[in-house]
């Protein structure tokens, strides 16, 4: 059973930052003479060390996209690989497709290993959808004869018989997604790499695509890397979970308990509660200078008892007149990423003549469950439409319950875990 | 247990180029073949006669020009099957180098999301172009024919027509061959995409395409075209269904071994470039 189907070894990417090469054959020029004729040091290069997406990037500066991968596989594993933007995910994937290869260490497969980065790739939107089945299948590394084979299925799976031999520009985009999927689903590789093409689709298709990929798991024995932002995704489809950080390895093990583990570190990278602008060009029409999340006493913290109002105060530039004006937007996102709402302001008054705000939006208490979530803050501007400034994920906080006060109030004596996203408290009426 | 597949490294030595594996994907070649044909013919009227709207237009202007104002001989054959003749078999030619000279960048988005051998790619541009050139080939035979059946003496085909096979291959390997090593330098110096239109213009007038190598003096000049490795495939052609140019084994030869060795810089050039292009493209 325990057999290893993937053995990466010290596996490093090194990316070149900025443009690359230099884009022109003057500079190369240029630095041809400099290193080989005059024997200077490359005048393009920097190098550097962490892939810290937070850093200020430098032209021409070189950057560990992953480094010294170590990893074992085993047959029938499903692996999840979590980590933030720019943590290596995409690069891991790429290199396991083949679609660049490493700078360093090695890559063992054992196995037809079939990835997908994207569903229906080369589909052509003149040809139809049969001649695109076999146009996506071969490039996918199928042969001929096995489409034959499997062409029935795979209509079937995507539920696109009667369009079969219409051109795929008079498909809906998910009719497309559909079929694209429904050819990589049969695809029967041992090994399967998936990007988070789930994200497309509507939620049935959803539904349908990861109840595939569990039974490709499951019942068939295959071997499943499943990179993903979506913890409920990871969470049911796969046993181990793998957390990069900055290119590294940074956890391996159970599903459960790393990904708590990895929305734990979440929230305490962010643990300052204030996030400052380093960045304050004056020439922009506005500038998000810091933003806060604050108990009502005005102390900061990240830590919020779930009954409690708290506040998060947000202090900007702005520069407009009567004709345009900025709306914030506040969004506040669940630990899996999910969008939970969206909070507008517009109340500013331009008549102050001061360009510097500071609003604060009270998230009043009884509302959100326990849990970890993150702000996002965004000023928009409308006729014209233009977004000023857009910051995700700028900070994060926790919920936590107060058993000693809502026990017996508003959970009714039960202390277990609360279902749902929201733990609102509502006005309930008897009525007879 | 040690038995792995497939192993990925970083660099793979200039030669070690799979070929069983390109075999292996030979249905996808005749797939992108399909989809280059199916989406040359949906959605226009005339389809596949645009192809032949260009050899007559462009032989009509070489009639003029070159026939009449400027007179240069045309061997004493009918001037509209000569110029016809060099510009159907150097279409395929040009067709080749443009099409696979742009293999990188404009499959970018293909190449980035799924790996399968970089080489199907331009070997299947290469064989749509012989689509294109049986049209312009069945063309240049309709007037062909016109000319055989009417002016007793006009054109004398011989037994190297047979070769016409050889020309085809030899014209493929040349546009392939230097496609390919456009592509692999496109993919870092973009200055280059602005040399394709007119370096392919510029080599056709350096070519006996609309002139015979008979008309030049014995010199330099005569030495050069001579050293050109498309002299040999042209002349050859003509002579061939005319009767009018030059064939010997030995400069086929030349033009063979001329066509082998760019091929196989190529094919090394751009194995080297496919590694890693899509980091810089």
Partial sequence: MSKTVIKIENLSKIYRLGEVGTGTLSHDLNRFVRMNILGQDDPYAKVGHVNDRTAKAEKGELVAALRDINLEVKEGEVLGIIGKNGAGKSTLLKLLSRVTSPTTGSIKVKGRLASLLEVGTGFHPEMTGRENIYMNGTIMGMRKWEIDRKLDEIVEFAGVAKYLDTPTKRYSSGMTVRLGFAIAAHLEPEILVVDEVLAVGDAEFQKKAIGKMQDVSQNQGRTVLFVSHNMNSVKSICDTALILENGAINQIGKTDKTVENYLTNFVKNKKTGVWYNSNTIQEVRSNLIEIKTCHSDNEIDTVFKSHEDFKVLVTFTTDFNEKTKPYLNLHLKDSNDELLFISNFSDLDYKRGEEKYQVECIIPGNLLNEGFYTIGIALTYLNPFNVDFSHKEVLGFQIEEDLNITLNDIRCGYGGPFPGKFRPKLKWNVNS | ?281
């Fill in chain 2, 1 to 281: 247990m040690k038995d792995y597949d497939l192993i990925i490294r970083p660099k793979r030595h200039a030669f070690d180029i799979n070929f069983k594996e390109i075999w292996a994907y030979r249905d996808l070649l005749k797939m992108f073949v399909k989809r280059d044909i199916i989406t040359v013919y949906k959605q226009t009227i005339l389809g596949p006669i645009w192809f032949v709207v260009q050899p007559i237009m462009t032989t009509l202007i070489y009639m003029v020009v070159f026939g009449n104002i400027a007179q240069i001989s045309t061997d004493g054959t009918p001037q509209a099957l000569f110029y016809l003749a060099g510009i159907t078999i150097w279409n395929y030619f040009s067709e080749s180098f443009n099409t696979t000279a742009k293999t990188f960048t404009e499959n970018a988005n293909i190449f980035g999301k799924v790996y399968f051998p970089r080489l199907i790619m331009p070997f299947a541009k290469v064989t749509s172009g012989l689509i294109k050139f049986a049209i312009q080939f069945t063309f240049f035979m309709v007037v062909y024919s016109y000319f055989l059946f009417t002016q007793e003496g006009a054109v004398q085909p011989n037994w190297t027509i047979a070769l016409l096979p050889v020309y085809l291959l030899l014209m493929a390997m040349f546009g392939l061959g230097a496609g390919i090593i456009f592509t692999s330098w496109t993919t870092k110096y973009r200055d280059l995409t602005f040399l394709l239109t007119f370096g392919v213009q510029l080599l056709m007038y350096a070519s006996p395409v609309i002139y015979p190598v008979s008309t030049i003096e014995p010199g330099l000049m005569k030495d050069l075209i001579l050293l050109n490795p498309f002299t040999p495939i042209l002349e050859g052609f003509k002579y061939a269904f005319l009767g009018a140019g030059h064939f010997s084994w030995i400069s086929l030869g030349y033009s063979a071994a001329v066509a082998t060795v760019i091929l196989f810089l190529g094919i090394i050039i751009f194995h080297k470039t496919e590694r890693n292009f899509i980091d810089t493209v």
